[in-house]
């Protein structure tokens, strides 16, 4: 889920194609396997962190990405399109932006076509082994029975009141806030890297989270749901298709704008 928070060392070289494509992928990955267990742990059967609640999803999400960012230094751990699209957007107004870095570097990676479809395609197939890693890990609890709505949700996001435009509007929200964030903290001497990025998912979660879960990372829901729908869950239930498009429309929206405001307001 975020940005720029490692940048390439000064005398450090370009990464390769394979390397920007598994840094992002395995960082991705790392983030839902922890992110989806903390979830699996908080909801299935006879899991001995059942009922732990909000905060502990909301802690152990932020935790989630203070790993992924790391596993994924090379590229500046994005982990979230939203954050490569933040990005693009950036370079726009201020071409030194680069994928992996605030300004142009030895070892930035540019903002170009090649690169940015490689960042976000690895981030939804890493999105994708994370989730079904996490079904492997908890295989027996899930062939438990319960509300298939708790299976699901393990995987994905959805809304307490469903209203799409207005579960939209929250994920844009959410998703502006952490936006802003990445990049006044990229453009600051005050920057305390992956930690500050933990800190800002939890307070996103325990402010903004109610409405709709947070996704505020299209990987992070679509992936895990395509997994869900795929894996031979039993109980399953549906893949809630219906909502499925909010957490990708909204944060990308949200993306865009945060960075608009941000380059216009604030840079």
């Known amino acids: 889920m975020l ?11 370009a990464p390769t194609t394979g390397q920007i494509f598994w840094s992002e992928f395995l960082g991705t990955a790392v983030l839902l396997l922890l992110g ?44 979230n399109p939203a954050v490569t699209i933040a990005k693009v957007v950036g370079n726009m107004f201020d071409p030194s932006v680069t994928l992996n870095g605030p300004a142009v570097e030895a070892g930035g990676i540019p903002v170009n076509g090649t690169n940015v479809a490689i960042y976000i395609v690895a981030q939804f197939l890493g999105a994708f082994v994370g989730a079904i890693l996490c079904w492997l890990t908890f295989k027996k609890h ?20 469903r209203s799409y435009g207005w579960n939209c509007l929250t994920e844009a929200i959410g998703t502006a806030v952490l936006i802003l964030w990445v990049f006044v903290s990229g453009y600051t001497e005050t920057a305390i890297g992956p930690l500050g990025v933990a800190l800002i ?27 869900h729908a795929i894996l031979p869950i039993k109980g399953k239930g549906g893949s809630d298709w219906g909502y499925s498009w909010v957490p990708v429309v909204g944060p990308i929206i949200g993306a865009i704008v945060g960075t608009v ?3 216009l307001a604030l840079a």
Do not use: M, Q
């Open 3 to 13: 940005s720029t928070l490692l940048p390439a060392a000064a005398d450090a070289t």
């Open 261 to 263: 405001i941000y380059f």
């Open 201 to 227: 998912i939890v307070v996103i979660g325990n402010s903004l989270g109610g409405p709709t879960g947070y996704a505020i990372n299209p990987a992070r829901d679509l992936g895990p749901r395509i997994a």
């Open 142 to 161: 899930f062939d438990e029975d319960c509300d298939p709505a708790l299976k699901l949700g393990v995987f994905s996001t959805g809304p307490e009141i």
């Open 36 to 79: 989806g267990g903390v979830v699996a742990t908080n909801l299935l059967p006879k899991s001995k962190g059942k009922g732990g609640g909000w905060l502990l999803i909301n802690w152990g999400w932020g935790l989630a990405v203070f790993a992924g960012v790391y596993v994924a230094f090379r590229t500046g751990g994005h982990l």
